[in-house]
């Protein structure tokens, strides 16, 4: 428990660190003289970089632990945040957003494997992948309208500096109080050994699954490019933030209600989802209900997604090759937060991005497959479903 709480106070430093930025970065980019394509391309050239990233880190955290990932991540994001600083054309920023994007792509599956590696029981994984989500709710309530509000105060340079010394400040922490794989009661490096020298079989994800991380991710993107073109002045800076910790507010509501772990991971998904898309369509054709009601509702969507989704994972891979897994996870979402906002910017003028997020997320659930218990461990069905993703 004591490890969990260490990596949950670092998680919540670098997600406050990153969340800081959703509201700003539009209006930085407008600043440059950036245009609304150009704004959708630099959104999701970050989450497009993400990919490589992701590759990379299913095969080496499962081999090395999570813990050099980790402090490398935190670290060199902060120094491109240092550079962010002092940029001047638009350019500029694609090329830093770009390799921002590689090296936080180890993250978030480095910590989701160290989390999951923290124990066998089911329930417990749970509750610490809802411990994962209320921290990075926690942070989203502040950050961006705290984000906002520095900015407002001293500007857009000073304001990607304080952010960039507190990502590396995070990291040469991480490295006295983040665990080494050896020292964790079930390593994750052993869990991927078991499976490749093929003592026990491993379970096979069917592809299917990976759309639900897809679609949302490209919802979430959609939904992150539109709401700060609403007013890209400070007074709009001011309720973007605002809205974004509505939206966190929301989540940390449905993150709160614990017993929600005792209920099937896939029937939660399947359940915020479909919430998720009801609200995407009332953003889209329903205006009478207030802004603020919508995103809250939306939020509490999310907090049920995300923790039931990584505790899917986990029983459909039976705890093998946890970094594989989540970094497959990561690639569909990096996907979709790429190709989200890039369609939003190409097509918000013939239809409304909101609505194109509420056509994805049905689809997404319409292409999922049938759950049943024998999908649970040891996973008989699992074992012989094609194509083979891990």
């Not at 937060?337 to 013939?350: H, K, L």
């Amino acid at each position: 428990m004591k490890t969990a709480l260490w990596l949950y106070f670092f998680l919540f430093l670098a997600f406050f660190d990153l969340h800081a930025q959703y509201p700003i970065l539009t209006p930085f980019a407008v600043s440059l003289g950036a245009a609304p394509v150009f704004i959708g391309w630099m959104m999701g050239i970050y989450a497009l970089t993400h990919i490589p990233g992701n590759l990379i880190a299913g095969s080496v955290i499962d081999r090395h632990g999570s813990r050099r990932y980790i402090i490398f991540s935190l670290v060199s994001a902060g120094a491109i945040l240092l550079l962010q600083a002092h940029v001047e054309f638009p350019w500029q920023l694609i090329v830093l957003r770009s390799l921002s994007g590689f090296v936080l792509a180890f993250l978030s599956p480095a910590c989701l494997a160290l989390l999951a590696s923290l124990s066998q029981d089911s329930v417990q994984q749970g509750k610490y992948m809802s411990g994962h989500g209320v921290i990075h709710t926690l942070a989203s309530v502040i950050s961006p309208a705290a984000g906002a509000f520095i900015v407002a105060n001293v500007g857009f340079s000073t304001t990607f500096q304080s952010l960039g010394w507190l990502l590396i400040g995070t990291g040469i922490m991480a490295i006295f109080f983040v665990p080494s794989a050896q020292s964790l009661p079930i390593p994750s490096r052993k869990l991927s050994q078991t499976g490749e020298n093929n003592t026990t079989p491993v379970p096979v994800i069917p592809w299917r699954y990976f759309v639900l991380p897809f679609v949302i991710s490209c919802a979430q993107g959609i939904l992150f490019f539109e709401l700060p073109l609403r007013n890209t002045g400070i007074s709009g800076m001011m309720s973007t933030g605002i809205l974004f910790s509505v939206i966190s507010i929301g989540a940390l509501f449905t993150l709160c209600l614990l017993f929600l772990n005792r209920y099937s991971p896939f029937k939660r998904v399947v359940a915020g989802v479909l919430l998720m898309a009801l609200c995407f369509f009332c953003l889209a054709a329903v205006h009478r209900i207030p802004l603020m009601v919508t995103l809250f509702i939306l939020g509490s969507a999310k907090g049920i997604i995300f923790p039931a989704m990584a505790s899917l994972f986990i029983k459909l891979s039976g705890g093998f090759r946890l970094g594989r897994v989540f970094s497959l996870q990561s690639i569909a979402m990096s996907l979709g937060s790429f190709i989200g906002p890039v369609a939003a910017g190409q097509f918000r003028d013939d239809i409304s991005p909101y609505f194109i997020g509420f056509l994805l997320l049905m689809l997404g659930l319409m292409l999922l497959p049938a759950y049943r218990k024998s999908n649970t461990l040891p996973y008989p069905s699992v074992l012989h479903s094609k194509p083979d993703l891990i």
